[in-house]
């Protein structure tokens, strides 16, 4: 089925910066999810946006759902060692089934 | 994310071997899901079931098989079918299955050698 597609694939980050990673999808989307993965662990939920044109924080995450619901946004300011991991985005498939981006792999220089 | 326990964590196997994964929670979701992740690569949905004695392939279902005899459990087999069985397998669970919060276990590492 259609995926969502996340950039980028790799984010080198220096201690201290900010980044954004970006999940995107050529069909509406109902909601967008993102998980967490730290290496070595498993994925762990942070948030679900729902409405259109929709922002949350947590601390220093910024999450936002586009205007179309057609892609979604991760913001991370002033970057930390537990930032590491990978996150994913996850969107909602015809069949009610989440269904995962590749995923965007950050690594935080000290 | 407790409440879900994959067993073993790491697994070595011989090629031809039949291997099957553990999977249990005590969330009292009803359903349940087995995802592959391969190096650097994102997941991949094996199989899900919605409710006790029900389902359903995923998007590389292949190669493994499963059952669902009670709700707590959600054990995958993967047979001597599957080509390249190397890999990170992932049990979770939700509620429901209509794009619900899902909770993953710890994994089981399944090296074929």
Redesign the interface.
């Known amino acids: 089925g259609q995926q969502v597609m996340q950039i980028p694939q790799y984010q080198h980050v220096q201690e201290g910066e900010d980044f954004t990673t970006y999940c995107n999808s050529s069909t509406t989307l109902s909601n967008i999810q993102w998980y967490k993965q730290r290496p070595g662990g498993h994925p762990v939920f942070l948030i679900q946006l729902v409405k259109s044109g929709e922002v949350k924080k947590q601390k220093r995450l910024t999450f936002q759902f586009g205007e179309a619901k057609k892609n979604s946004s991760l913001h991370i300011t002033a970057t930390q060692t537990t930032d590491v991991g990978t996150y994913f985005c996850a969107k909602t498939d015809s069949w009610g089934k989440l269904q995962f981006g590749a995923g965007t792999q950050v690594v935080v220089t000290p | 994310?407790g409440g879900i326990t994959q067993s073993p964590k790491y697994l070595f196997r011989k090629e031809g071997q039949n291997v099957t994964l553990s999977c249990e929670q005590n969330l009292n979701h009803d359903a349940m899901?087995w995802?592959r992740q391969d190096p650097?690569?994102?997941?991949r949905?094996i199989y899900?079931s919605q409710i006790v004695n029900d389902f359903q392939k995923?998007?590389i279902a292949e190669g493994y098989s499963v059952s669902r005899e009670k709700k707590e459990s959600f054990p995958l087999t993967v047979t001597s079918a599957q080509k390249n069985p190397t890999a990170f397998y992932?049990c979770a669970s939700s509620f429901?299955?209509?794009?619900n919060?899902?909770?993953?276990?710890?994994?089981s590492w399944l090296t074929v050698v």
């Not at chain 2, 919060?101 to 994994?107: A, P, S, V």
Request: no cysteine; proline share 0%; net charge negative.
């Open positions: 994310d899901y995802y650097g690569q994102g997941l949905l899900y995923g998007d992932l429901g299955s209509s794009g919060t899902i909770y993953f276990g710890e994994g």
